[in-house]
């Protein structure tokens, strides 16, 4: 069985992964864009995401790279797929990524209300998970064989499985950015109560790259 992993999630200096008042127009809300300026001229986000030939290489691109290395499946919470709340509308939505999202692989989508599975083009398929998060980590497991799941984001659902324990490795993009308020990756947490300890820290061009791992 591979690892639960989170990576290449961007916060900004006082633990926010988004800015306050997300919308359709701004899925990020006020000033979370900026969040992910160190990802946006990497080559990996270039090639992986936008499919051009070049992209920046170095320590960011290298921890970028990283984060889609040896992942069988994901875990998305619903922000992370659509903007829409409640039940599912009939609006043709297929995610924020195009007809060929990045994943290419299963990919397990936490709602609570249920809709059939879509298959994208490029190996995508998400399915909707309305039994909670443990549940969809067993299927994600199972659907990753030995291979490592990477929990994608928000912030709530990565604060799930902390919560939980589940996470074996977290990566945070931690970017020069103060926003003040939105959306804490933190809140609520006792990170070392619950057995998780800073291995490092790595200076990037326009991040610094912090590890965490589950200790105990």
């Not at 290419?104 to 083009?121: D, G, K, N, S, W």
Request: glycine share 16%.
């Amino acid at each position: 069985m591979g690892k639960v992993r989170v990576d290449s999630f961007a916060v900004s200096i006082d633990g926010f992964a988004a800015g306050a008042g997300q919308s359709l127009d701004a899925p990020l809300g006020a000033g979370g864009t900026a969040l992910h300026d160190w990802f946006r001229p990497t080559r990996t986000f270039q090639r992986n995401v936008l499919g051009n030939a070049e992209g920046e290489s170095g320590v960011d691109d290298d921890f970028a790279a990283r984060g889609f290395d040896g992942v069988g499946a994901w875990i998305l919470g619903r922000n992370m797929f659509s903007p829409s709340r409640g039940a599912w509308p009939d609006d043709g939505w297929r995610g924020w990524w195009g007809d060929e999202p990045p994943y290419h692989c299963e990919v397990f989508v936490l709602t609570h209300h249920a809709r059939p599975p879509l298959a994208m083009a490029g190996g995508t398929t998400f399915h909707f998970v309305t039994e909670g998060h443990q549940a969809a980590l067993t299927l994600a497991r199972q659907a990753a064989g030995s291979a490592d799941v990477r929990i994608g984001g928000g912030a709530t659902t990565v604060r799930q499985y902390l919560q939980s324990g589940l996470i074996d490795s977290l990566h945070l993009a931690v970017a020069p950015v103060l926003l003040g308020q939105g959306e804490s990756l933190f809140a609520g947490l006792d990170l070392p109560a619950l057995g998780y300890q800073a291995k490092r820290g790595v200076p990037g061009a326009r991040a610094l790259h912090v590890l965490i791992e589950r200790t105990g």
